[in-house]
């Protein structure tokens, strides 16, 4: 009996020790998952709060670069344009770009610091005005028996400028409107313009192709003209491969003046 006794009391104690253990480890458990929850939060704010940082400085980048690109776009405009800030305020040059959608990409094109495009609109909106100045009417001349007036509908010419004999490649605008080449007529004045422009596309393609080496004539010349076309019309030079953009865009600033939609009464063809 005694030694049942003896077995008893050991197995107490030693039930009581690892339940004492047990417990104080249970404890430990519990107290590592809790900090371990507080660490991933915290980790987890630090993430969001570092996202919210880059957000921010990518946010400032974009707005700085925003802030350059129109500031270049500007002072590209006081060199092409010089009047483009009496026409930016003219509230007839906003219906105008409403009117042919050519709003947005006006924006597109400032925003992205393409001062280039941006210039086309000031300049074509001008010669809409121009054009416009000078509405044809009709002509009326005699008979050849003089017997009776004829009433002939006015229409339009595209005029092209003689070309300077040097190597500037550019049409020679000192002479007089009544000396210019005429390519074509047409009833309207935006039959008229859509020529001018197409012409103006080729004829930029072909010198531009034209001084290229000849291991990069490998493009197509209508499908380059379509493109160019294009950019003239609505400032997407998006189809025109990047490496011939700027000779393009140079070839079109010096043949643009030699190329003039001209009312056939006009009296500077007399």
């Known amino acids: ?6 077995i008893l009391i050991i197995v107490l104690f030693s039930t009581s020790s690892y339940a004492f253990d047990w417990g104080g480890a249970l404890q430990g458990v519990g107290q590592g998952m809790s900090q371990g929850i507080e660490d991933a939060q915290r980790m987890e704010e630090i993430r969001m709060m570092k996202e919210q940082r880059q957000a921010q400085e990518e946010e400032r980048q974009r707005s700085n670069e925003l802030k350059d690109n129109q500031n270049k776009v500007a002072n590209y405009l006081d060199y092409a344009v010089p009047d483009w800030r009496k026409i930016d305020v003219d509230p007839n040059f906003a219906e105008w770009l409403k009117a042919n959608n050519k709003m947005q990409t006006l924006h597109t094109a400032v ?13 074509d909106y001008k010669a809409t005005l121009q054009a416009q100045a000078l509405p044809p009417t009709p002509t009326t ?9 004829i009433t002939l509908p006015a229409g339009w010419y595209l005029m092209s400028a003689p070309w300077k004999k040097s190597k500037e490649s550019k049409p020679n605008l000192s002479y007089p409107l009544k000396q210019w080449n005429q390519e074509g ?6 039959a008229c313009e ?12 072909f010198f531009v192709l034209a001084h290229m080496k000849s291991n990069e004539t490998t493009y197509k010349f209508y499908e380059l003209s379509e493109a160019t076309e294009q950019w003239l019309l609505n400032g997407d030079s998006s189809k025109i491969p990047p490496k011939l953009v700027s000779p393009i ?19 500077r063809l007399n």
Not at 112 to 122: L, T
Not at 255 to 263: D, E, S, V
């Open 194 to 205: 859509a020529a001018r422009v197409r012409e103006l596309a080729e004829l930029t393609v």
């Open 249 to 267: 865009a140079k070839a079109v600033l010096n043949f643009k003046p030699g190329y003039l939609c001209i009312a056939t009464n006009d009296p």
């Open 185 to 190: 007529s047409f009833d309207s004045a935006s």
């Open 111 to 123: 925003d992205d610091g393409r001062g280039w495009d941006v210039a086309q609109f000031f300049n």
């Open 141 to 149: 001349m005699l008979s050849k028996d003089d017997s009776f007036k």
């Open 1 to 6: 009996m005694k030694i049942i006794r003896i």
